[in-house]
């Protein structure tokens, strides 16, 4: 029996390591490839744009993580690890999702201007239409969450607001009294995607999230 379950859970690692590169290879190389062909001139590229681009793949990385998890549930058995993940599967999609869609928002932002990439029309259209659709799935994985994860997402949200308010507030108090420069419109988006993904994070520590499976 022993061996039956380290033999599934061996299966099961690469299966799942399997899933993880057939999303995130292709996206990097994506990622890559698109960074090598536009211009990296600095003087074109500020300190907010950079910032922002951080962010937002930072966010589609994770939800290609969450989306690799939970695409691969339905191939995965033997293990108390499958049972969990087939359960918080539609979670999982749905969660990844919204953070590919917040991300693209916010990457999106970064190209988009009157003299930019992007045309500021196409910007606000596209902008508006992401962050509606990553606020959808969010509502929709919200209705299915149970107990735990409806603590640990008032826990994210408590914790984002918190920090917005204490780094944000912080800033703009010091660019008031003229000790710094204010922070740019794109600044703040940044701070509102970033602290609201981190803060996920934190709060999903917090309640034992990333604690070791059973096998």
Same mark, same amino acid.
């Given at each position: 029996?022993?061996?039956d379950v380290?033999?599934?859970?061996? $299966?099961?690692? %690469?299966?799942?390591l399997?899933?993880q590169? &057939? #999303? ?5 190389? !994506?990622? *890559?490839l698109?960074?090598?062909m ?9 300190v ?38 087939? $359960?918080?599967? %539609?979670?999982?999609l749905?969660?990844?999702? &919204? #953070?590919?869609f917040?991300?693209?928002? !916010?990457i *999106? ?11 500021a ?7 508006i239409?992401l962050?509606?659709?990553?606020a ?5 994985r919200a209705?299915?969450l149970?107990e735990l ?15 917005l308010s ?6 703009a ?8 420069t ?7 988006l ?5 602290f609201?993904?981190?803060a ?7 309640r034992g999230?990333f604690?070791?499976?059973p096998?």
């Amino acid at each position: 029996m022993a061996i039956d379950v380290s033999r599934a859970h061996s $299966r099961n690692q %690469r299966v799942k390591l399997a899933f993880q590169l &057939a #999303l995130h290879v292709p996206f990097w190389a !994506l990622v *890559l490839l698109m960074a090598s062909m536009m211009d990296t001139d600095s003087s074109q590229i500020g300190v907010s744009e950079k910032w922002a681009t951080i962010v937002g793949l930072a966010e589609m990385g994770f939800g290609l993580i969450a989306a690799g998890f939970g695409a691969c549930a339905g191939f995965l058995h033997g293990t108390e690890e499958a049972d969990d993940l087939r $359960r918080e599967r %539609r979670a999982l999609l749905l969660g990844a999702g &919204a #953070l590919l869609f917040a991300g693209s928002s !916010l990457i *999106l932002m970064t190209l988009a201007g009157p003299a930019a990439v992007v045309s500021a029309a196409t910007g606000v259209w596209g902008a508006i239409t992401l962050n509606l659709l990553a606020a959808l799935l969010i509502a929709i994985r919200a209705r299915g969450l149970d107990e735990l994860n409806r603590n640990v997402a008032r826990d994210a949200g408590h914790f984002a607001f918190l920090w917005l308010s204490w780094v944000g507030g912080t800033w703009a108090i010091l660019a008031h009294l003229q000790v710094m420069t204010a922070p740019a419109p794109l600044d703040w988006l940044t701070m509102l995607h970033g602290f609201s993904f981190v803060a996920g994070l934190v709060a999903l520590a917090r309640r034992g999230g990333f604690a070791p499976q059973p096998t």
